[in-house]
């Protein structure tokens, strides 16, 4: 009996924690469903919080890129404005333009040529290149040009 008893014994302790194991294995089962249930839950709502803020971004978004269509819209009309003014300008004949937003345009063949005139006669009189220059508009390097230009067509004719 001695030898039945201890046997008898470790039966007894091995099924007491047997079921031990079995109790601690459900708990700890129980546990982690909970914990997955509540994580789940957390990032639910944190996926709607950012859903939530994707659709007010996108919705500000939309509305700049109506915004920025409204301006493009804007600005190629008055491109197509500006462009029917050009070619009604362009489609005038030349004695009909004069100025363009107040400077001279185009200038009269005789009126260009009594400047020229007006540049030589005022070397002739002795008047140095910067003060002619500064009279008549044209720049230093066209008035030497200018007089040389005089200069040929005399010695020619």
């Known amino acids: 009996m ?22 601690l294995l459900w708990r700890v089962n129980a546990n982690i469903k909970n914990h997955e249930v509540n994580n789940h839950q957390e990032m639910i709502s944190e996926l709607k919080i950012i859903i939530a803020q994707s659709q007010n971004t996108a919705d500000k978004f939309l ?30 004949s030349p004695r009909e333009i004069e100025t363009f937003n107040g400077k001279p345009i185009l200038k009269d063949v005789n009126l260009s040529q009594s400047k020229y005139d007006e540049a030589i006669k005022m070397i002739k009189n002795g008047y140095s290149v910067e ?7 044209f720049p230093e390097g066209e008035i030497g040009l200018i007089v040389d230009l005089s200069r040929i067509k005399n010695e020619n004719t």
Not at 70 to 87: F, Q, T, Y
Not at 131 to 137: D, H, R, V
Request: proline share 2%; glycine share 4%.
């Open 2 to 23: 001695d030898i039945q008893n201890p046997m008898v014994l470790q039966i007894v302790i091995d099924l007491a924690l047997f079921f031990a194991v079995i109790i």
């Open 131 to 137: 003060e002619t220059a500064s009279a008549t508009g």
């Open 63 to 92: 509305e700049t890129l109506e915004h920025s269509r409204k301006s493009l819209k804007e600005i190629a009309l008055e491109l197509d404005i500006k462009e029917k003014r050009v070619k009604a300008i362009l489609g005038k």
